[in-house]
């Protein structure tokens, strides 16, 4: 079901000679930013009620804060027990509970599908590395740029929450605790030789979070010292390390491992705040959806918290070596497979899309190294009129909705691909992929139609 203020929006941008046909975020003159970001844009906002989102964000909340107490839940606050049962291997695990149950700072962003009736989470990305802020937030500001996109945001009251100045907010602070009270320095740390790989989005975020007004450095963990008690940038002191490299990049380096070590040991001791602990890396596997879906596992759940846990996130169990899987090939049509440590679509398979040999060649593999199979989400259609011949054409959105310490929606954009095109392992920039900022609209707008 379409929302009405996307209606309208199409209804007036169906109209002949429609300003709103005029928005075109590609222009590189009138967005250079933009344009030097490595991704496609929609032609239009997204729309959403405030009231479903702010319902949905805070049951994104509630259901983080339940994601984060998984060890006690579970396994009597024993990280290595979790660990174990999520399959992370010894020395990524020792590194990742270095800090020993620290409440990791609630950050990061869930993908989501909206299916018709509500939105269902897809997975949680409750770590710092999680990507998108570059372009969510100035995408979406972008469009305000267009008097007729503006007018439309004033008649019908919509709003948008910028997700890289709410960041910006959260690290001013978490940094006051080391500060007493100044703007943090900030250094945003990649893996050694991340940038080259991982440069396309850090670099965009640096530069937002220094027009934010932070102070800002932009490296790798080899530019980071030690001296005098204070972590150093290229012997700049630093307050807050925004940490976008993972595990998998220093643990395997014994000179990023040492550094990791004493950056770890810093935050230990209050000289330095880490955004987020690597701690976090646990929280991402998506093993921890299946402690969270299958009652099977015991998690201690309240009546109340197993409602929201199954009517945000879609059945969801996972493969082990020995599972017999008949199940899952029987319901082939209806699941997708996830390696646990993926991310960005990498090692996918949608049963829907191959076939029972392909699939169960899938599932043998996925058993063996770990992965979860999950529930299809079916999205539903958001229509797009295409700006060359005017057709109303369906395209399905993913969302990816930002939450910050600060609780409740944190800014968010949405990955659009065609109907009939749609590929969920190419969600990238570099794809077909275009994205869109979104707003939000008052609930009155729907209940006047319904009067």
């Given at each position: 079901?379409?929302?009405?203020?996307?209606?309208?929006?199409n209804?007036?941008?169906?109209?002949?000679?429609?300003?709103?046909?005029?928005?075109?975020?590609?222009?590189?003159?009138?967005?250079?930013?933009?344009?030097s970001?490595?991704?496609?844009?929609?032609?239009?906002?997204?729309?959403?009620?405030?009231?479903?989102?702010?319902?949905?964000?805070?049951?994104?909340?509630?259901?983080?804060?339940?994601?984060?107490?998984l060890?006690?839940?579970?396994?009597?606050g024993?990280?290595?027990?979790?660990?174990?049962?999520?399959?992370?291997?010894?020395?990524?695990?020792?590194?990742?509970?270095?800090?020993?149950?620290?409440?990791?700072?609630?950050?990061?962003?869930?993908?989501?599908?909206?299916?018709?009736?509500?939105?269902?989470?897809?997975?949680?990305?409750?770590?710092?590395?999680?990507?998108?802020?570059?372009?969510?937030?100035?995408?979406?500001?972008?469009?305000?740029d267009?008097?007729?996109?503006r007018?439309?945001?004033?008649?019908?009251?919509?709003?948008?929450?910028?997700?890289?100045?709410?960041?910006?907010?959260?690290?001013?602070?978490?940094?006051?605790?080391?500060?007493?009270?100044?703007?943090?320095?900030?250094?945003?740390?990649?893996?050694?030789?991340?940038?080259?790989?991982?440069?396309?989005?850090?670099?965009?975020?640096?530069?937002?979070?220094?027009?934010?007004?932070?102070?800002?450095?932009?490296?790798?963990?080899?530019?980071?010292?030690?001296?005098?008690?204070?972590?150093?940038?290229?012997?700049?002191?630093v307050?807050?390390?925004?940490?976008?490299?993972?595990?998998?990049?220093?643990?395997?380096?014994?000179?990023?491992?040492?550094?990791?070590?004493?950056?770890?040991?810093?935050?230990?001791?209050?000289?330095?705040v880490?955004?987020?602990?690597?701690?976090?890396?646990?929280?991402?596997?998506?093993?921890?959806?299946?402690?969270?879906?299958?009652?099977?596992?015991?998690?201690?759940?309240?009546?109340?918290?197993?409602?929201?846990?199954?009517?945000?996130?879609?059945?969801?169990?996972?493969?082990?070596?020995?599972?017999?899987?008949?199940?899952?090939?029987?319901?082939?049509?209806?699941?997708?497979?996830?390696?646990?440590?993926?991310?960005?679509?990498?090692?996918?398979?949608?049963?829907?899309?191959?076939?029972?040999?392909?699939?169960?060649?899938?599932?043998?593999?996925?058993?063996?190294?770990?992965?979860?199979?999950?529930?299809?989400?079916?999205?539903?259609?958001?229509?797009?009129?295409?700006?060359?011949?005017?057709?109303?054409?369906?395209?399905?959105?993913?969302?990816?909705?930002?939450?910050?310490?600060?609780?409740?929606?944190?800014?968010?954009?949405c990955?659009?691909?065609?109907?009939?095109?749609?590929?969920?392992?190419?969600?990238?920039?570099?794809?077909?992929?275009?994205?869109?900022?979104?707003?939000?609209?008052?609930?009155?707008?729907?209940?006047?139609?319904?009067?």
């Amino acid at each position: 079901m379409t929302n009405r203020l996307t209606e309208l929006y199409n209804e007036e941008l169906l109209r002949g000679g429609s300003p709103l046909a005029e928005i075109d975020l590609h222009d590189e003159e009138r967005f250079p930013y933009l344009a030097s970001i490595d991704r496609r844009y929609l032609n239009r906002p997204v729309f959403v009620g405030e009231g479903e989102l702010n319902r949905f964000a805070d049951d994104t909340v509630r259901a983080v804060d339940i994601l984060m107490t998984l060890p006690e839940r579970l396994f009597d606050g024993d990280l290595d027990r979790l660990c174990a049962a999520l399959g992370i291997e010894p020395r990524r695990a020792r590194l990742m509970r270095r800090l020993g149950g620290v409440t990791p700072y609630r950050f990061g962003r869930i993908d989501a599908y909206h299916d018709g009736e509500s939105f269902k989470i897809l997975e949680f990305n409750a770590t710092s590395e999680t990507g998108g802020l570059e372009w969510v937030g100035p995408a979406t500001r972008a469009m305000l740029d267009y008097d007729a996109l503006r007018a439309f945001a004033e008649r019908h009251r919509l709003r948008f929450t910028d997700a890289p100045q709410q960041v910006a907010e959260a690290l001013r602070q978490v940094g006051a605790t080391v500060t007493g009270g100044r703007d943090p320095v900030v250094a945003l740390i990649e893996g050694e030789g991340g940038l080259a790989d991982y440069g396309v989005a850090w670099r965009p975020l640096h530069r937002l979070l220094r027009e934010f007004g932070l102070d800002c450095h932009l490296g790798e963990i080899t530019d980071l010292s030690f001296a005098n008690g204070r972590v150093l940038f290229r012997g700049t002191p630093v307050d807050v390390v925004y940490r976008v490299f993972e595990v998998d990049q220093v643990v395997d380096h014994p000179e990023s491992l040492l550094l990791t070590e004493r950056l770890l040991a810093a935050h230990e001791e209050g000289r330095v705040v880490i955004w987020t602990p690597l701690e976090t890396e646990i929280y991402r596997q998506k093993g921890c959806m299946t402690l969270l879906s299958d009652p099977r596992f015991g998690v201690r759940l309240s009546a109340d918290e197993r409602e929201l846990i199954d009517r945000v996130l879609p059945w969801t169990r996972s493969l082990g070596a020995s599972d017999p899987l008949d199940e899952y090939v029987e319901r082939r049509e209806r699941l997708i497979l996830k390696p646990n440590d993926a991310y960005s679509g990498r090692g996918i398979t949608a049963g829907w899309e191959v076939g029972e040999r392909e699939w169960l060649r899938a599932l043998r593999e996925g058993a063996e190294r770990g992965a979860i199979v999950q529930e299809r989400v079916v999205p539903r259609h958001e229509p797009v009129v295409d700006p060359v011949t005017g057709r109303v054409e369906p395209w399905e959105a993913c969302w990816g909705l930002y939450y910050t310490p600060a609780g409740g929606y944190g800014g968010g954009g949405c990955r659009f691909q065609k109907v009939g095109q749609v590929d969920i392992r190419a969600m990238g920039p570099g794809t077909k992929t275009r994205v869109a900022g979104v707003f939000t609209y008052p609930d009155a707008v729907e209940e006047a139609e319904s009067w």
